[in-house]
C-alpha cells in the first residue's frame, strides 16, 4: 500500500466508524417508562448496594441526574470535551446498550448525597423526577458531559444510566 493510500484510510477509517456508532445510536430507544413500573415495584427497604455507596445515595445520585436534566447541572464539562469525547461515549453507549462509568462518581457541583435519607424516601424521589421528566415538554438543559441532547437521547441516556447504577442494587 503506497502512502497516500494508508493515509487516506488512516483518515477516512475513524470518520465511517463513528458515522456507523451515530446511526445505531439515533435507531436506538430504550423504555424508560417500562424501567419507572419496574422501580415502582421494588421494594426499598429490601434493597441492598454491592457498591461504594448505599441504596439511597445511589437512588439521590439518579434523581439528582434526571433533576438536572430539566433545570440545569451545576457544572459543565468544556464545550470542546461535550461535542467530541462526550458525544462519542453517549453514541457508543447508546449504540451498545449498556452505559459504563464509575459508580461513586458524583455529578460535578452536585450537592452530597446524604448517606441516612431513607431508601423508600430517596427511591420516591426517583420515580418522581422520572415521572416529571416523562411529562416534561419544556427546554432541556444540556448534559454535563454530552452537551445538547433532544428528548429522545435523555431517554436513552437516562435509561443507560440508571441500568448501570442498578447493576450494583440487589433483592435481599
Do not use: C
Not at 470518520?15 to 415495584?41: S, W
Not at 433533576?67 to 470535551?81: D, E, I, M, T, V
Not at 457541583?109 to 424516601?121: E, M, R, S, T, Y
Request: hydrophobic share 45%; net charge positive; proline share 5%.
Amino acid at each position: 500500500m503506497n502512502r497516500r493510500k494508508f493515509l487516506q484510510a488512516a483518515l477516512i477509517t475513524p470518520v465511517v466508524v463513528f458515522a456507523g456508532v451515530k446511526t445505531v445510536a439515533m435507531a436506538r430507544h430504550y423504555p424508560l417508562d417500562e424501567l419507572l413500573t419496574q422501580l415502582k415495584r421494588l421494594p426499598p427497604d429490601k434493597l441492598f448496594s454491592s457498591g461504594d455507596w448505599s441504596v439511597s445515595m445511589i437512588l439521590q445520585h439518579l434523581a439528582q441526574s434526571i433533576r438536572y436534566s430539566r433545570l440545569g447541572y451545576p457544572q459543565a464539562k468544556s464545550a470542546l470535551f461535550q461535542y467530541t469525547a462526550g458525544a462519542a461515549a453517549l453514541n457508543v453507549f447508546t449504540a451498545s446498550g449498556s452505559m459504563t462509568h464509575r459508580l461513586d462518581e458524583a455529578i460535578p457541583g452536585a450537592p452530597a448525597l446524604i448517606k441516612a435519607v431513607p431508601n423508600d424516601v430517596a427511591m420516591a424521589e426517583l420515580i418522581a423526577e422520572i415521572s416529571q421528566f416523562i411529562a416534561w415538554q419544556g427546554e432541556l438543559a444540556p448534559h454535563f458531559a454530552y452537551g445538547n441532547l433532544t428528548k429522545a437521547q435523555y431517554y436513552n441516556a437516562h435509561y443507560l444510566h440508571i441500568q448501570n447504577h442498578l447493576s450494583e442494587i440487589s433483592l435481599g
